[in-house]
């Protein structure tokens, strides 16, 4: 298909359509991306592609959404897997899609979904300030608990790969979109929490995990991306939000 790639999302902050944006910058795809219209051009469009139906397409709940043509698709890891395939970021054997896939949905679960119910731990639809206080506890157990256990597992997928002989990609010598998303998704945790992402670097067990972050960033086409207008900065609304009330380390 040779019609341009176009990012549907809201402008302000890098957000779930971030994974998108990363994914066509690091493979050089030219894209169209609403965030350069207004703040409220763009979540106009949103709300125009919501209301309108899918147009051939099965109607979208939320964005991000991806056009490519008359293919108009939504659900972040869904985009990435069309895209992963068509710009050869989904590894190299056949089946490498369904193991990146499943790397990128692990990253997305654990460092995406549950940071984001970290700050909306009762509603979404709730404003933070009627859920402070549970979003300080919930902040708590999941810094105590939770990103430790999914530091741990990153870590032991890349020195299992190690072992093997291979890495330091999470898929082994192959780097894929789930690079990507796990560099997008410490990234964001680290802006949430930085005291517990802090503290997690300095304890030095998950240096593997920590060292993917850096080599994603030094990346050429990614540093470049990073380095530009085009990268958003995080807000205290969307996905990735810091709240000096959240911000705890662990006992
Ligand atoms: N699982 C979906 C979640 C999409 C999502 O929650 N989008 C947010 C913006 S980042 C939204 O607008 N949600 C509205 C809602 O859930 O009602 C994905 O990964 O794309």
Same mark, same amino acid.
């Given at each position: &298909? /040779? *019609?341009?790639?176009e990012?549907?999302?809201?402008?302000?902050?890098?957000?779930?359509?971030? +994974?998108?944006?990363?994914?066509?910058?690091?493979? %050089?795809?030219p894209?169209q =991306?609403?965030?350069?219209l207004?703040? $409220?051009?763009?979540?106009?469009?949103?709300?125009?592609?919501?209301a309108?139906?899918?147009?051939?397409?099965p109607?979208?709940?939320?964005?991000?959404?991806?056009? +490519?043509g !008359?293919?108009?698709?939504?659900q972040?890891?869904?985009?990435?897997?069309?895209?992963g395939?068509?710009?050869g970021?989904? %590894?190299?054997?056949? $089946? !490498?899609v369904?193991?990146?896939? /499943?790397?990128?949905?692990t /990253?997305? $679960? %654990?460092?995406s979904?549950?940071?984001?119910?970290?700050h909306h731990?009762?509603?979404? &639809?709730?404003?933070?300030? !009627?859920?402070r206080?549970e979003s300080r506890?919930?902040?708590?157990?999941?810094?105590?608990?939770?990103?430790?256990?999914h530091?741990?597992?990153w870590?032991?997928?890349l020195?299992?790969?190690?072992?093997?002989?291979?890495?330091?990609?999470?898929?082994g010598s192959?780097?894929?979109?789930? =690079?990507?998303?796990l560099?997008?998704?410490? =990234?964001?945790? +680290?802006? *949430?929490?930085?005291?517990?992402m802090?503290q #997690?670097?300095d304890? %030095?067990?998950? =240096?593997?995990?920590?060292?993917?972050?850096e080599?994603?960033?030094?990346?050429?086409?990614?540093?470049?991306?990073l #380095?530009?207008?085009r990268?958003?900065k995080?807000?205290d609304?969307?996905?990735?939000?810091?709240y000096d $009330?959240? !911000?705890v380390?662990?006992?």
């Amino acid at each position: &298909m /040779a *019609a341009p790639y176009e990012l549907i999302y809201y402008a302000g902050v890098p957000g779930r359509g971030e +994974h998108v944006r990363l994914i066509l910058e690091e493979a %050089g795809a030219p894209y169209q =991306d609403t965030q350069f219209l207004s703040f $409220d051009e763009a979540r106009q469009r949103v709300t125009t592609w919501l209301a309108g139906g899918g147009h051939g397409n099965p109607r979208y709940f939320a964005p991000p959404l991806l056009k +490519h043509g !008359d293919l108009v698709i939504s659900q972040t890891p869904n985009i990435l897997l069309y895209l992963g395939s068509r710009l050869g970021l989904a %590894g190299e054997q056949e $089946d !490498d899609v369904y193991r990146v896939n /499943a790397l990128a949905l692990t /990253a997305l $679960d %654990g460092l995406s979904n549950e940071v984001h119910d970290a700050h909306h731990p009762i509603a979404v &639809m709730l404003p933070y300030a !009627d859920q402070r206080e549970e979003s300080r506890r919930r902040s708590k157990e999941w810094v105590q608990s939770r990103l430790p256990s999914h530091l741990a597992y990153w870590q032991k997928v890349l020195v299992e790969n190690e072992e093997r002989g291979s890495g330091p990609w999470l898929l082994g010598s192959t780097f894929t979109y789930a =690079d990507l998303v796990l560099f997008q998704c410490l =990234d964001g945790t +680290h802006y *949430a929490f930085p005291k517990a992402m802090r503290q #997690a670097r300095d304890t %030095g067990k998950y =240096d593997r995990v920590f060292k993917l972050w850096e080599d994603v960033k030094a990346r050429p086409n990614i540093a470049a991306y990073l #380095a530009s207008s085009r990268r958003q900065k995080y807000q205290d609304w969307g996905v990735y939000r810091h709240y000096d $009330d959240n !911000d705890v380390i662990a006992e």
